[in-house]
């Protein structure tokens, strides 16, 4: 069962890559689709298994992979409920992605090649939840870097999706390196790279040091600092967050698959599967959780500035992931887990949302454009703010389990780091109901401010001259100057429609996710009782810190409501009530609004410190050098050489008989002057 899962995307991808052309798009979409369903229905069957019957953790071999002296690398999958878990977070998600883009994608002419890259991506993924050794992990760690490169830029013509692209493939090599790092150390450390071996040897070399540059380190600080840049990366923290929301130029069903659901939280899941690891090491879990709640406060910060409705949830996930890594430094990897698992419905169902208001928009993505929507698209409207609700934390809704679950197991875990990881946590709150409700309060409610949408107008445009198509086939955005139109209440004479059947039933399924995951699942992932026979060893559970949690003092329990209400309040009064209020305040504190809006200048101080010097270097290495040592000493000066040389012998060349003849006497002279001095020096 297990290898027709895995394995199933990567058959339909190559069919839909290789053969796209020969069987046409139609058959290349149902061959994916289709393959991703039956993997998601046999994830559901293997996590029922888990869940509702306790199955066992299993290995199942599927070869012999690498055999070099020490290092022996079995291509296996480990099939336990942390697995599980992350099977269905990733083939759900993925085959409702894939089923969205048969409308969002729809007049797109590179439709198979679309699909075949969700496709890779899900099978790449899958290799990295089933991972049974920290090699095969790595592939499919580099597999989904890859796969969400070509996602990213598949509309390449677009310079910007280019850049975004390379930006996404560059900043997580960075994170890889320390990842790969982590991964060398570890086998040096414990002489295997099997997961199962390494935590079972944990306890044994907890407390080992090693001295570098005069100093004594820990061993598995060491290590866990490595493994954890490679999850920064991967998982959009703080310092390497920078590619996340530019990856928002690949299309909409890209941003939900790979920065909802699966590539950005297999971070979250290295964590928690190495947890023992961090478990040995107070120091890395210390880091771990400062690192999230700074990334969770950062980008919560800049998502209240942002326009473009997906950066905004883009940052938002940047956001949640800072509080999956706090409750796992904490300590509650089950709460970490649970987040990532509620998240993914939610989050998801937000981002396909979005992709519904853009199809509706013409492809318009300024929320200042926006505005009355939720009477002409009711069904979106509707279903956005059940995943906007589930985000913020509304009662019994998914988000509501999962974030205050956080949020308490940070304050019972009695460390400063915990308390810290609190405090923060439950101000982020604050901050991600008031940009969420902005967002749907912009979108959705006021008077329509369409005609200032330079989209728009090109459609208008386009439906009144009938010479261009009415639709931009690869949903790009357009470069045309507007066309004025006047119309009554700033429409311009727009008329939004709602998105097809086909864009609608995922975000049907994943609402009901956001309302019920969290009641359904919340005693299996962080019950006191429940969570340790739930979980059955696959990380690390601390059954104590379950049950603090519930012994919390009240106010902390209803800390994160009470967050939800002050910033939907905050929002309301500053985008409904007064909203003029919002550029009164950046007018008022323009450094703070100006430091929002360039996003802490991250992207700034990258350019000044490693972008502009890396050019600087390539330049001066290219032009002295390349160009004006290497060539010019070398293969340039060689082959000037040669032609000089060649030049002078061609004056010689005349054609003329007495010229010839001038050299030859001129040689034999020579020749007789050379012997004559050498005769008599010799008879001397």
């Given at each position: ?68 002296g ?52 899900t ?86 040091t ?36 530019d990856?928002m ?100 169902l ?69 308390q ?20 749907v ?58 998105s ?5 039933i ?9 309302l ?28 104590h ?57 991250f ?47 061609g ?34």
């Open positions: 069962m297990i290898q027709l899962l895995v394995f199933l995307p990567l058959i339909t991808a190559l069919v839909a890559g290789l053969g796209g052309r020969v069987i046409g798009h139609n058959a290349a979409k149902i061959v994916t689709t289709g393959g991703l369903f039956v993997s998601a229905a046999l994830s559901w069957v293997i996590f029922s298994q888990f869940w509702l019957s306790g199955a066992p953790a299993t290995v199942v071999p599927v070869l012999d992979w690498i055999q070099s020490d290092l022996n690398v079995q291509w296996a999958f480990k099939v336990d409920t942390l697995t599980a878990v992350m099977l269905v977070v990733v083939t759900t998600v993925s085959a409702l992605v894939h089923l969205y883009s048969w409308g969002y994608m729809e007049e797109d002419p590179s439709q198979s090649r679309f699909f075949a890259y969700l496709s890779l991506f099978f790449a993924m899958l290799m990295l939840v089933t991972a049974d050794n920290l090699v095969q992990m790595f592939f499919g760690w580099e597999g989904v870097g890859l796969a969400s490169y070509l996602l990213i830029g598949f509309w390449y013509h677009k310079p910007s999706a280019n850049a975004a692209a390379i930006k996404a493939f560059v900043v997580n090599r960075v994170g890889d390196f320390g990842f790969s790092l982590g991964i060398f150390g570890t086998f040096l450390v414990f002489g295997t790279v099997s997961i199962d071996a390494i935590l079972a040897a944990v306890p044994g070399h907890a407390g080992q090693f001295s570098f540059l005069g100093q004594s380190v820990d061993v598995m600080t060491c290590l866990c600092l490595l493994l954890f840049v490679g999850a920064m990366g991967k998982s959009a923290q703080l310092g390497l967050h920078t590619w996340l929301p990856a130029e690949g299309p909409t069903p890209v941003s939900a698959l790979i920065h909802a659901a699966t590539m950005v939280t297999a971070g979250v899941f290295m964590v928690c599967r190495l947890s023992p690891m961090f478990e040995a090491s107070l120091t890395a879990q210390t880091v771990v959780t400062y690192v999230g709640a700074a990334t969770a406060l950062f980008a919560a910060s800049v998502a209240l500035v942002q326009t473009d409705i997906k950066r905004v949830i883009a940052y938002s996930t940047c956001s949640q992931l800072g509080y999956m890594f706090f409750a796992a430094g904490s300590g509650a990897y089950g709460a970490a887990m649970f987040h990532l698992f509620t998240h993914a419905f939610f989050k998801a937000l981002f396909l949302g979005a992709g519904s208001v853009i199809h509706a928009m013409h492809h318009e993505q300024d929320m200042r454009f926006y505005g009355g929507l939720r009477k002409h698209i009711p069904v979106t409207f509707a279903l956005m703010t059940v995943g906007t609700l589930a985000l913020t934390g509304f009662f019994f809704t998914a988000g509501y389990y999962s974030k205050d679950a956080i949020l308490e197991a940070a304050f019972a875990s009695g460390t400063s780091h915990g810290f990881a609190f405090v923060v946590g439950a101000f982020v709150a604050l901050l991600t109901s008031f940009y969420s409700w902005r967002l309060f912009l979108t959705f409610y006021g008077e329509p401010r369409w005609a200032g949408s330079e989209h728009i107008q090109h459609a208008l445009h386009h439906d009144h001259h009938d010479t261009e198509d009415s639709t931009d086939s690869a949903g790009l955005e357009h470069d045309h100057a507007p066309v004025a139109h006047s119309a009554p209440h700033g429409t311009g004479g727009y008329h939004p429609h709602e097809p059947m086909s864009m609608l995922p975000l049907f399924v994943l609402g009901a996710g956001a019920g995951a969290g009641w359904l699942w919340h005693e299996q992932f962080v019950g006191a009782e429940e969570g340790a026979g739930f979980w059955r060893g696959s990380l690390a559970f601390r059954e810190l379950m049950h603090a949690m519930h012994e919390v003092p009240t106010w902390v329990v209803w800390t994160p409501s009470v967050a939800f209400f002050l910033g939907l309040l905050g929002a309301w009064f500053a985008y409904l009530r007064s909203p003029e209020l919002p550029a009164r305040a950046a007018g008022a504190i323009p450094a703070l609004y100006a430091f929002l809006t360039h996003k802490w200048y992207d700034e101080l990258y350019d000044a410190i490693f972008v502009r010097p890396s050019f600087a270097i390539g330049r001066f290495l290219w032009v002295r050098g390349d160009q004006q040592t290497i060539d010019r000493f070398g293969p340039d000066g060689a082959a000037a050489a040669v032609a000089g040389g060649a030049r002078a012998a004056r010689f060349q005349s054609g003329y008989v007495y010229s010839y003849a001038l050299v030859m006497l001129t040689g034999l002279a020579a020749a007789a002057a050379w012997f004559s001095i050498g005769t008599g020096v010799g008879g001397q």
